[in-house]
């Protein structure tokens, strides 16, 4: 698994453009927070949902073979089980990357990936590791640039 801060970081600066599969259009769902956290940051996310038009300002599309300009990353907001056929479909679009997200470990997935020359991060937040890469973690929720264990005094 492509968890090191290196190769995460590496992942992190060269996708700029990320498919959220399952996207969600409810603020308080977790694919929303951090897909707008990434778009705050300067990313492009493509909306992969086909229940909706679009999300976030972005328009929405029903699969990745839909999309029609070139992905980096494929980011995966869906139940373990359909990832197999996501990162099937993440290979035949040419993406860099297959990020499954916390509680998403899909074994043969990810070595299909691997195997096809892609990067591959299981059971991850986007978001939470962009953050705590790049200076957004802070304990009260505030970003000083800084990553630290210790409260100011």
Not at 11 to 37: E, H, M, Q
Not at 80 to 94: E, F, H, R, S, Y
Not at 110 to 139: M, P, Y
Request: aromatic share 8%.
């Amino acid at each position: 698994m492509a968890d090191d801060i290196s190769t995460l970081r590496r992942i992190l600066t060269a996708c700029r453009t990320i498919a959220v599969v399952g996207l969600s259009a409810d603020w308080n769902r977790p694919s929303y927070f951090a897909a707008k956290y990434m778009q705050h940051h300067g990313y492009r996310i493509v909306p992969v949902n086909p229940r909706y038009d679009d999300i976030l300002g972005e328009r929405c599309y029903g699969s990745l073979a839909d999309i029609p300009h070139p992905v980096d990353m494929v980011d995966v907001f869906r139940r373990t089980q359909d990832v197999l056929p996501i990162a099937q479909q993440a290979i035949a679009i040419g993406a860099q990357c297959l990020w499954q997200q916390l509680g998403v470990m899909n074994l043969e997935a990810d070595r299909l990936a691997r195997e096809a020359g892609l990067d591959s991060v299981q059971d991850s937040c986007v978001k939470i590791e962009h953050a705590r890469l790049f200076g957004g973690l802070h304990w009260a929720g505030v970003n000083t640039g800084v990553i630290s264990a210790r409260r100011p005094h």
